[in-house]
T-cell receptor, first 112, second 116 residues
Framework: NAGVTQTPKFRVLKTGQSMTLLCAQD?????MYWYRQDPGMGLRLIHY???????AKGEVPDGYNVSRLKKQNFLLGLESAAPSQTSVYFCASSYGAPNEQFFGPGTRLTVL | AQTVTQSQPEMSVQEAETVTLSCTYD???????LFWYKQPPSRQMILVIR??????QNATENRFSVNFQKAAKSFSLKISDSQLGDAAMYFCAYCDSGGGADGLTFGKGTHLIIQP
């Protein structure tokens, strides 16, 4: 039982490049979330999903897109990376709010 | 929108002593959930304790307990018998009970240092 996994763990991009972060969970959770964490800040919600095929915007969605084609996977995409998107990205999942959210190990992204 | 405020950017405590981390929040809801998460240097987010607003009894998990004051919108975390392994960032978080599908709202965190 791996819990929540994230791929990759680290990535460096140049401004304007695109990439996709993959989150996978093996707990059969319905709800999945993407957060970003910046220095001196708590986590902020980017997008979330309450089930396969559904997504919704969180607090800071601009510049990101998401997809949930399979229940166990939640993808976060950056179409044209900007230095302001340098951050640590966390994925989380839960049986349903407001139950405990289980977090992945995070992805450190640097945009030059 | 709900907000969560942690007024102590950093706290320091001697090993084996007790420390209290503060958290206040703002909401117009009457039913909600509050959490404390721990983030050690490994970066992994770990749930420490959870409190349902409709419960008057304060939650307790071993050496960790909360003081939940609903009227004051205060939710502090007490760590008893502090251990070196307790050193971490601690985040207070809020979630609506009405689904809460829009995720957790986090405070900015308190960096807890344990002095040996």
């Amino acid at each position: 039982n791996a819990g929540v996994t994230q791929t990759p763990k680290f990535r460096v991009l140049k401004t304007g490049q695109s990439m996709t972060l993959l989150c996978a969970q093996d707990m059969n959770h319905e709800y999945m979330y993407w957060y970003r964490q910046d220095p001196g800040m708590g986590l902020r919600l980017i997008h979330y999903s309450v089930g396969e095929g559904t997504t919704a915007k969180g607090e800071v969605p601009d510049g990101y897109n998401v997809s949930r084609l399979k229940k166990q996977n939640f993808l976060l995409g950056l179409e044209s990376a900007a230095p302001s998107q340098t951050s640590v990205y966390f994925c989380a999942s839960s049986y349903g709010a407001p139950n405990e959210q289980f977090f992945g190990p995070g992805t450190r992204l640097t945009v030059l | 929108a709900q907000t969560v405020t942690q007024s102590q950017p950093e706290m320091s405590v001697q090993e084996a002593e007790t420390v209290t981390l503060s958290c206040t929040y703002d909401t117009s809801e009457s039913d909600y959930y509050l959490f404390w998460y721990k983030q050690p240097p490994s970066r992994q987010m770990i749930l420490v304790i959870r409190q349902e607003a409709y419960k008057q009894q304060n939650a307790t998990e071993n050496r960790f307990s909360v003081n939940f004051q609903k009227a004051a919108k205060s939710f502090s975390l007490k760590i008893s018998d502090s251990q070196l392994g307790d050193a971490a960032m601690y985040f207070c978080a809020y979630c609506d009970s009405g689904g809460g599908a829009d995720g957790l709202t986090f405070g900015k965190g308190t960096h807890l240092i344990i002095q040996p």
